[in-house]
T-cell receptor, first 115, second 111 residues
Framework: ELKVEQNPLFLSMQEGKNYTIYCNYS?????LYWYRQDPGKSLESLFV???NGAVKQEGRLMASLDTKARLSTLHITAAVHDLSATYFC????WGYGGSQGNLIFGKGTKLSVKP | DVKVTQSSRYLVKRTGEKVFLECVQD?????MFWYRQDPGLGLRLIYF???????EKGDIPEGYSVSREKKERFSLILESASTNQTSMYLC??????????FGDGTRLSIL
């Protein structure tokens, strides 16, 4: 069974602190995506990771992909309140019975950054 | 920018009604998807399509059908709505290995 597991599912942080969200998956996919969802809103694409060792950074967020370990991380540096949202990772299952672009999503990590 | 437009943000229907949710994208994407999102369950794929008139079942297709008569439009149909289909429905489109782009969602309530 194809699985994508995120942890933690809930994360309460203080402003200024660092933390990492983990995304483990059970396929050998080398395509992984991170999304952000604000309450009541839709999903917004954050990062696209398309090869082993890929690293992308945007502001206080940095995502990386280790296809050998089947692990992606989303690192938060010096958190601010504006980063409060739910973050999803998603794995492309193309080649595993899925068409290109068919994603399996993790359950999401709800991040709350407090002053 | 890619624009994925869902026809309604909020919809209230009655049990047994046939319900149509419409989704239109403006970037000539070949792939289109319908998900439902429920608290604690994340996003679950209902149906997807990778070409006009093509459709594939996702993880939870029971009680739903889809139609893709034109490349830009992907419709989700609840044949006979039931209360357990109350949910947030999200449409997305993509091409190649680019990320899926999502619409704003339709919050559907079945009474």
């Amino acid at each position: 069974e194809l699985k994508v597991e995120q942890n933690p599912l809930f994360l309460s942080m203080q402003e200024g602190k660092n933390y990492t969200i983990y995304c483990n998956y059970s396929t050998t996919s080398d395509r992984l995506y991170w999304y952000r969802q604000d309450p009541g809103k839709s999903l917004e694409s954050l990062f696209v990771l398309l090869s082993n060792g890929a690293v992308k950074q945007e502001g206080r967020l940095m995502a990386s992909l280790d296809t050998k370990a089947r692990l992606s991380t989303l690192h938060i540096t010096a958190a601010v309140h504006d980063l409060s949202a739910t973050y999803f990772c998603a794995v492309d299952i193309w080649g595993y019975g899925g068409s290109q672009g068919n994603l399996i999503f993790g359950k999401g990590t709800k991040l709350s950054v407090k002053p | 920018d890619v624009k994925v437009t869902q026809s309604s943000r909020y919809l209230v229907k009655r049990t047994g009604e046939k319900v149509f949710l419409e989704c239109v994208q403006d970037m000539d994407h070949e792939n289109m998807f319908w998900y439902r999102q429920d608290p604690g369950l994340g996003l679950r794929l209902i149906y997807f399509s990778y070409d006009v008139k093509m459709k594939e079942k996702g993880d939870i297709p029971e009680g739903y059908s889809v139609s893709r008569e034109k490349k830009e439009r992907f419709s989700l149909i609840l044949e006979s709505a039931s209360t357990n289909q109350t949910s947030m429905y999200l449409c997305a489109s993509s091409t190649g290995n680019q990320p899926q782009h999502f619409g704003d969602g339709t919050r559907l309530s079945i009474l």
